[in-house]
């Protein structure tokens, strides 16, 4: 495989992304810093087919990014692989608007061949490869310039290696028939929704006690302007207001700014300044939240009830037992709150009662959850038994 220098010119770079275009797939990650501001900041793309690998510096002075761009969300014809490639969606995204597509994600892809939950990429390496990533480079500061040939080597590995990994898992899904497995998966990580960062959503990130819509009204009016704030100032949300703060002021709201001075985890300048009276603003403007805007109950409390919670850990004991049977990961059968849904009663949109999940898995925990199949220990192990036959 070719190796080219680190690309910093926009001709180059549209060259490469030109070749590219015509290639089957493309490995793509990112290095990025975010500790200190809330949007990521990019500061190295890697890219590879089977022929040739490049580092892009996103931060070279008046380079042309969009043949890159395009390459990644707007040409249907090269699939695009990444190894646990959420962040780096949600980079992409937010450069413009879409994410990659179509998509392939060896973690994922992973979890159907039965190598765990989340494998990272150095034993995934180590799995297919033999090789043992050097991870000397880990804690790189990627944003500071000039990037040393250590630190390029490093960074390019990430993709030249899942080059060589893509086409052998993509042999071995073949042969187990389990890649169409993947497809609603992988549609679901890459829907564009799940990366944007809509204001008016924000509230639904904090925790808090209780359901009163008056609470709930100004949880939202204040997670909206922090999150505005935090846009506006490209800080973390923490570095504007922590969770915790936020969700103590919606149920305990003070009367006037001065207030804010009382307020553990608030500045006692907030008292008197600009950001403490666009915070009071944004408490004076909330609303109740409507009823059809309120947050479900957890189905545990009331709407599982007691015997609920048992069948829903009796479908949890059941996905472990098929999970083991057929070598994949649990979690790409079900996700426990399907479990606690069919456990509720539910039966509508769930998606182990759909494809293949109602075939692997979904059949038999329906049977369950309705008493068709029941737990028997035969010759002291654990084992399924259809409650016809064991009448």
Known sequence: MHIHDLITDSATLANLCARLSQADFVCVDTEFMRENTFWPELCLIQIADENEAAAIDPMAAGLNMKPLLDLLVDNEDVLKVFHAGGQDLEIVYNLTGKTPHPLFDTQVAAMALGQGEQIGYSNLVDSYLGIVVDKGARFTDWSRRPLDARQIEYAIGDVTHLAKIFPKMLNRLRKTGRGEWLDQEMERIGDPANYANDPEEAWKRIRIAGRKPDVLGRLKALA???????????????????????????????????????????????????????????????????ADEMPARDDRKPGLGKDGALVADLLKLLLKIRAKEIDVASRLLAR??????????????????????????????????????????????LKMTRTEDAA
């Open 224 to 290: 909206r302007w922090r999150e505005l704030e935090a846009q506006g100032k490209d800080l973390p949300r923490g570095r504007i207001v922590k969770d915790e703060t936020i969700a103590d002021i919606a149920g305990h709201p003070p009367r006037k700014q001065s207030d804010l001075a009382k307020v553990r985890g608030l500045s006692a300048t907030w008292a008197g300044n600009d950001i403490g009276g666009r915070l009071m603003a944004a408490l004076d403007a909330a609303v109740p939240m409507s």
């Open 336 to 381: 426990s709150e399907d479990l606690e849904a069919l456990a509720a009663g539910q039966r509508e949109g769930l998606s182990i009662l759909q494809g293949w999940r109602f075939e692997q898995f979904g059949r038999d925990a329906l049977d369950l959850v309705e008493g068709r199949l029941a737990f028997a220990v035969v010759n002291g192990k």
